[in-house]
């Protein structure tokens, strides 16, 4: 059995239909009709493990999403984040939203990100870590000095000088505001920065016993356990599946 023949659909060229919600609008065309077109006996729509990406193990762990699947700069900014809450000495409650606050942004979804994010951990976590994780969006554009926020210079440059953020992001940092696990959003605003090309490597590892306490992966790994955010984990798993 040579190598190839090891990965599902195995002397078929594998043709790789992107998800819509990544390429609708940026001017790249729909390359739906045109691999319609290509099927035949040599090829197949991606279905299942893709050679191209690292296998993930039957029982995936979230390590192992970090290191098999995350991009380089999510991967480096969770673990940076959530490394100066620790050396901090902020609760591991804060500790681990800061290395979850922004999960969708690795493999999955960018947009509303925060509520993404949220939703892909709540059935693991403790209730005020997903719901801090859920409101990070909101009150990532909205200053408090007191607490020692102020607005990201990066959103300045990410969206211009005079950006306004959307009624449904006001009104969501409104409600946080009030809200008693306030403080555990803002925090993770507070270590949420852009270190881009200035972070040193950081192993996440260094998480593994902060995890094994506060992250209940299932038994059947994450994507295997039938709750309803499974098919989110397995879409990271198989993100060029056709269907
Ligand atoms: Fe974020
Ligand atoms: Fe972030």
Redesign the pocket.
């Known amino acids: 059995m040579t190598q190839s023949e090891n990965w599902p659909q195995a002397g078929l060229t594998r043709l790789i239909l992107p998800s819509p919600v990544g390429r609708i609008g940026t001017g790249a065309p729909d390359p739906e009709p045109e691999l319609l077109a290509r099927l035949g006996p040599d090829t197949a729509m991606m279905m299942g493990d893709n050679p191209a990406l690292p296998r993930m193990p039957a029982k995936p762990r979230l390590v192992d999403f970090f290191t098999h699947r995350f991009n380089d700069v999510t991967f480096r900014h969770l673990l940076t984040s959530a490394k100066r809450a620790l050396d901090e000495g902020q609760s591991e409650k804060v500790v681990l939203g800061c290395l979850l606050?922004?999960l969708s942004n690795g493999c999955l979804v960018r947009c509303d990100?925060?509520y993404w994010s949220a939703q892909m951990i709540a059935p693991y976590v403790d209730e005020e870590v997903a719901w801090a994780v859920k409101y990070?969006?909101a009150l990532?554009y909205f200053a408090d000095e007191q607490m020692g926020y102020s607005y990201p210079e990066s959103y300045r440059l990410f969206f211009g000088p005079d950006y306004v953020p959307p009624d449904y992001i006001r009104r969501d940092a409104e409600e946080a505001r009030k809200h008693k696990w306030y403080a555990t959003s803002r925090l993770i605003t507070l270590y949420?920065i852009y270190f881009f090309d200035k972070s040193e490597p950081i192993d996440p590892e260094l998480f593994t016993d902060l995890l094994g306490r506060h992250f209940r992966t299932p038994e059947e790994g994450l994507g295997f356990d039938g709750s309803p955010v499974a098919h989110m984990w397995r879409t990271m798993i198989w993100p060029n599946n056709f269907l």
């Open positions: 606050h922004d990100h925060g990070h969006q990532r949420d």
